[in-house]
């Protein structure tokens, strides 16, 4: 029941931006994009989340399209720790889905 | 994270054992989750809990119990520890003042043999 899609892998040269596109074709009015990362096993970590406006962060920005079917997560200035898993979740954390649906992510390699 | 902290990081056990993972926040919310993750399948709920008199199952909670001790505490127990139980577990935060943005604990690697 996987709501996103997302690429399994991409890679990106150290100090360029890591740009990484996810499809939500059917995200509801009031659901939010969420995206966090996963370092090696470690706990899943937060980086931004949105709505319909673009936002941005000290980690990152969110760029949501005008439908809303898509986003692109951007890390301006990609470093080697950068290396992760990124999952990007529709999340509508105002009802009772109070359960983030981890995909497969997309395995960002970060490369010298 | 530091403010959402696991005990133990790492615990091997064998079949049959009763073991409790702790899990502890110093972030001030008030809700609460419990999850597992195996490989390939991604996090799947276990138990979770919006306030301290709120115990909820999640979607494999067979197995395993829950205490909530305070609102900063929040503990796992497998009663009788079985190798399917073998996995990574996570303890996670929320805050409705937060947009229930959930924040991880480091994990707990369990190893039923």
């Known amino acids: 029941d996987a709501k996103t899609t997302q690429p399994p892998s991409m890679d990106c040269a150290e100090g360029r931006a890591a740009n990484l596109p996810c499809n939500h074709s059917?995200?509801?009015?009031?659901?939010?994009v969420y995206w966090y990362r996963q370092i090696h096993s470690q706990g899943p970590q937060y980086i931004i989340h949105g709505l319909k406006n673009n936002e941005t962060n000290e980690m990152a920005s969110l760029i949501i399209t005008e439908d809303r079917k898509s986003s692109t997560l951007i890390l301006p200035h990609a470093t080697l720790r950068d290396t992760a898993v990124y999952y990007c979740i529709v999340y509508n954390s105002g009802g009772s889905n109070y359960k983030l649906t981890f995909g497969k992510g997309t395995l960002l390699t970060v490369n010298p | 994270d530091a403010d959402v902290t696991q005990t133990p990081r790492n615990r091997i056990t064998k079949t049959g054992k009763r073991i409790m993972l702790e899990c502890s926040q110093t972030?001030?919310?008030?809700?609460m989750y419990w999850y597992r993750q195996d490989p390939g399948l991604g996090l799947r709920l276990i138990y979770y809990s919006f306030d301290v008199k709120d115990i909820n199952k999640g979607e494999i909670s067979d197995g395993y119990s829950v205490s909530r001790q305070a609102q900063a505490k929040f503990s796992l127990s497998l009663e009788s520890a079985i190798p399917n139980q073998t996995a990574l577990y996570f303890c996670?935060?929320?805050?409705?003042?937060?947009?229930?943005?959930?924040?991880f604990g480091p994990g707990t690697r369990l190893l039923v043999l």
């Open positions: 059917t995200i509801s009015g009031n659901e939010y």
């Open positions: 972030k001030g919310h008030d809700r």
């Open positions: 996670a935060t929320s805050d409705v003042a937060d947009k229930e943005t959930q924040y």
